[in-house]
C-alpha cells in the first residue's frame, strides 16, 4: 500500500534559519512526487512536484526539493526562512500516467517561524 | 478566473444526522476530488468523480456518498453522522488528460469544516 511518512510533527526555526523537511514514500513503482503548503486560515496549494529529470526541483517562495530514489526520499529545503513560512507542510506521493489519481498525503509538519 | 468553491463554510451536526457538502469545480476541470482532514492529520482520498461516475475510491465507509453533475460540480453526503466524522472536508479539482505522464495539478478548495456534537 501506497504511504507517506514525514518524520517532523512540528519544527521551530529562527529566522535565517535553514529548514529540511524529511519525508519518505513507500510505493511499488513510479510515482509522482509533491510538497504542499497550508497557510494559517488558508487553502491547501502546490509548493513543488516532480515528476521526472532533474531529481533536484525548485518550487514557489525559494524552497526545493530532491528526490533520492534509492532512500525512497522527497526531502524539503529552504535555505534562509522567513517569518512568512510559518504554515504545514504536506509531502505526498501518486501515480502517474493518471493526471487525476488519488493523492497520499503525509501526516504534515507543523513549522513555526520565531521572529 | 474563479478557483474552487465549496459550501458551506462550517456546519454543524449531530450525531446520527444527515449532511451534504458542496463543490464548484475550477473553469475548465473535469474531475473531482474529496478528502478528510482530520485535526492534526493529512489529508486522507475519500473519492473521485469524472463524468458523473465515481472512479476511485478511498477506505471510506459506504455512510460516505457522493455525485458529480453535468456542470462537473459535485456533493459530497454523509449518513448517520458519528463524533469521528468531524473534519475539514477538503475539495480537489483536475482536468483529466488521459494517458500521459504529466500531472494536472489538482486545486484545492478552502474546505467545509463539519463538526459532529
Known amino acids: 500500500a501506497q504511504s507517506v511518512s514525514q518524520h517532523n510533527h512540528h519544527v521551530i526555526l529562527s529566522e535565517a534559519a535553514s529548514l529540511e523537511l524529511g519525508c519518505n514514500y513507500s510505493y511499488g513503482g513510479t510515482v509522482n512526487l509533491f510538497w504542499y503548503v497550508q497557510y494559517p486560515g488558508q487553502h491547501l496549494q502546490l509548493l513543488l512536484k516532480?515528476?521526472?529529470?532533474?531529481?533536484l526541483v525548485k518550487g514557489i517562495k525559494g524552497f526545493e526539493a530532491e528526490f533520492i530514489k534509492s532512500k525512497f526520499s522527497f526531502n524539503l529545503r529552504k535555505p534562509s526562512v522567513q517569518w512568512s513560512d510559518t504554515a504545514e507542510y504536506f509531502c505526498?506521493?501518486?501515480?502517474?500516467?493518471?493526471?487525476?489519481?488519488?493523492?497520499?498525503f503525509g501526516s504534515g509538519t507543523r513549522l513555526s517561524i520565531r521572529p | 478566473d474563479a478557483g474552487v468553491t465549496q459550501s458551506p463554510t462550517h456546519l454543524i451536526k449531530t450525531r446520527g444526522q444527515q449532511v451534504t457538502l458542496r463543490c464548484s469545480p475550477k473553469?475548465?476541470?473535469?474531475?473531482v476530488s474529496w478528502y478528510q482532514q482530520a485535526l492534526g492529520q493529512g489529508p486522507q482520498f475519500i473519492f473521485q468523480y469524472y463524468e458523473e461516475e465515481e472512479r476511485q475510491r478511498g477506505n471510506f465507509p459506504d455512510r460516505f456518498s457522493g455525485h458529480q453533475f453535468p456542470n462537473y460540480s459535485s456533493e459530497l453526503n454523509v449518513n448517520a453522522l458519528l463524533l469521528g466524522d468531524s473534519a475539514l472536508y477538503l475539495c480537489a479539482s483536475s482536468l483529466t488528460s488521459g494517458g500521459s505522464r504529466s500531472y494536472n495539478e489538482q486545486f484545492f478548495g478552502p474546505g467545509t469544516r463539519l463538526t459532529v456534537l
Open positions: 516532480y515528476f521526472s529529470g532533474d531529481p
Open positions: 505526498a506521493v501518486n501515480a502517474p500516467y493518471s493526471s487525476a489519481s488519488k493523492i497520499i
Open positions: 473553469s475548465g476541470h473535469d474531475t
